[in-house]
Each structure stands twice: as C-alpha cells, then as structure tokens.
C-alpha cells in the first residue's frame, strides 16, 4: 500500500494520559498536515511540516500538543495530558510542492482517539 | 478564521437523481476548492477540484459549478448510486499557503433505491 498510513487506527486512553500517533507519508511527498476531525463536523488543519520543518500551528494546536517529522520522513503527534475535548479523529494528509504549485492533498485513514 | 460554508446539511436522493451541494467562501486568496468524498471511518479521499479560472468542471458523474464573482461553488452528482451515499466536503485553499485546507461542515448525502 503506498498510501498515507496512520498508527493505531483507534486509541482509547483515560484522561490526563499522553498519547502519541504515527503518520507515514506517501513517500515521495515533502509535506505533511495534521488536521482534526470531530463528529459531524469538517477536518481542521493544525499544524503542517514542508520536509522536516514545521512552517504553521494552528491556534488550536494548544501547548499540550506537539509535532515532529525529524527526518522529513514519518511525523508523529502527541498530545500531554488527554482532555475528554481532545476526542476527534485525528487525520494526517501529504502532498508534493513548493512555493509555487502542489499536487492534491492524499489522506490517511485517521486516528480516532477516545478520552474516558 | 476564513470559513467555508456549506448546505444542505443532510439531502437524501432517489437513484438516478441529481445531488446539490453548495458552498460559498469569504477569502478572495482562495484559488484552489476540492470536493472530497468520505466514507464512515475513512479518511477524505478527493473527488474533483476546480480552480477559479474556469466556470465548470465535469469527470464523469461528478460536476463543480464555480461563480467566482458571487464566491460560490456547488457539487452536482448525476444519476446518483446507492454507493454514492458517504459525505461530502467542500473545501478551499490559497495554495500560496501550501494548501492548507478549510473545510465545509460535510453534507451527508443518502441515496435511496
């Protein structure tokens, strides 16, 4: 499968727990978003990485939350201190650019975290 | 925040009808506006774009009409198919900002035999 791939599908943890996702990109692809999907609503970008650089944090994106994509390759997301508003599936997406063009943005199948 | 929005929130079509989805956006940076289609415990997966240089854009059943004076979009699914039933976000970026998505809030679209 040469798709976007994200680790584990389903993460159930109790609140105040840290939790960390995996995001493997389609690998030709230099960057990479994380967006949040909550139920019967949108995704909503967070943060994105061009290569191993994170350009942009979304403000929702609070301080208990944080990125990396250290070798510009696989990125991961952990989140400190799980509150039960953190529930949301959590969506990796890549794409190929530059500061002039991008190819279409390919989604993973998401993270869907539940906080108890 | 530049918002997307979108209507219905729900639309359930007999097969073989049309689907309507409708979108208007504030920021006149956008420049690039994907549709994509997602399925319950699926990632989004696009369906068509269109760029604000053309008017409509048509791959196979799937159209996008684009106003780009009134700041409007729309999906319209011909001859719609009960597995064309999943929901749909509109969405749109400035892809000088390496395109970063604001989406829709979806509309759930169900086809009915």
């Known amino acids: 499968d040469t798709g976007v791939s994200q680790n584990p599908r389903h993460k159930i943890t109790k609140r105040g727990q840290n939790v960390t996702f995996r995001c493997d990109p389609i690998s030709e692809h230099n960057r990479l978003y994380w967006y949040r999907q909550t139920l019967g609503q949108g995704p909503e970008f967070l943060t994105y990485f061009q290569n191993e650089a994170q350009l942009e944090k979304s403000r929702l994106l609070s301080d208990r939350f944080s990125a990396e994509r250290p070798k510009g390759s696989f990125s991961t997301l952990e989140i400190q201190r799980t509150e039960q508003g953190d529930s949301a599936m959590y969506l990796c997406?890549?794409?190929?650019?530059?500061?002039?063009?991008?190819?279409?943005?390919?989604f993973g199948q998401g993270t869907r975290l539940t906080v108890v | 925040q530049q918002q997307v929005k979108q209507s219905p929130q729900s639309l359930i079509v007999q097969k073989g009808g049309i689907s309507i989805i409708n979108c208007a956006y504030e920021n006149t940076a956008f420049d690039y506006f994907p549709w994509y289609q997602q399925f319950p415990g699926k990632g989004p997966a696009l369906l068509i774009a269109i760029r604000p240089d053309v008017s409509e854009k048509k791959e196979g059943r799937f159209t996008i009409s684009f106003n780009k004076s009134a700041k409007q979009f729309s999906l319209h699914i011909m001859d719609s198919q009960p597995g064309d039933s999943a929901t749909y976000f509109c969405?749109?970026?400035?892809?000088?900002?390496?395109?970063?998505?604001?989406f829709g809030t979806g509309t759930r679209l169900q086809v009915t035999l």
């Open positions: 969405a749109a970026t400035d892809t000088g900002t390496a395109s970063k998505l604001t």
């Open positions: 997406a890549s794409s190929l650019g530059n500061l002039i063009w991008d190819t279409e943005a390919f």
